[in-house]
């Protein structure tokens, strides 16, 4: 047995509505069209940071005084490359404490920093005292956002045609 479907006036009238409007937002699709002109962002300034790091030398492996001073004097611009690195990116603490009957058992905190820093420059590399090697770092905020500006161009709106 073949069913055979009858439309009615009302239905052709939905029909052809159903055409006209998917015709009418294709249409419009090209009424919307744009252009976007984009100009970078600078800063009005820049700040520089600046880190001291210390590092003790008696106490470094070495064979000799010379390689252990020279082995403090890496650590003190480790130390220094980590103070910089909090003043950038923070510091991130985790929190511990444990009670027992109300007595506190464990108290625990720990600290780190995580990050990237570029364009540091060793302002100083120095002894304090007989025992302590001490580095101060800076770092040029207008020199980092140039190297930043070399790989990611930052943007914004600077006007928008429509056609």
């Given at each position: 047995?073949v069913?055979?479907?009858?439309i ?10 159903i ?6 937002l294709?249409?419009?699709?090209n009424?919307?069209s744009k252009?976007?002109?984009w100009?970078?962002?600078a800063p009005e300034?820049?700040?520089i940071?600046s ?12 064979a000799?005084?010379s390689?252990?001073?020279?082995m ?16 950038v ?11 027992s009957?109300l007595?506190?058992q464990n ?6 920093v ?5 364009a ?7 002894p ?20 930043y500006?070399?790989?990611a161009?930052?943007?914004?709106v600077?006007k928008?045609?429509?056609?």
């Amino acid at each position: 047995m073949v069913t055979r479907f009858k439309i009615n006036n009302l239905g052709r009238l939905g029909l052809i509505a159903i055409l006209l409007v998917t015709v009418s937002l294709a249409g419009c699709s090209n009424l919307f069209s744009k252009h976007v002109e984009w100009e970078t962002v600078a800063p009005e300034n820049y700040p520089i940071l600046s880190a001291v790091g210390y590092a003790p030398i008696s106490i470094q492996k070495g064979a000799s005084e010379s390689s252990k001073m020279l082995m403090a004097l890496k650590a003190s611009k480790l130390d220094a490359y980590r103070e910089l690195t909090e003043q950038v990116y923070g510091q991130k603490l985790d929190g511990d404490q444990s009670l027992s009957s109300l007595v506190m058992q464990n108290t625990q905190l720990n600290s780190s920093v995580q990050g990237v820093i570029r364009a540091a420059k060793v302002v100083k590399s120095y002894p304090v005292g007989n025992d302590t090697y001490a580095t101060e770092l800076e770092l040029d905020f207008k020199l980092v956002n140039d190297i930043y500006l070399s790989t990611a161009r930052p943007k914004r709106v600077k006007k928008v045609h429509y056609y």
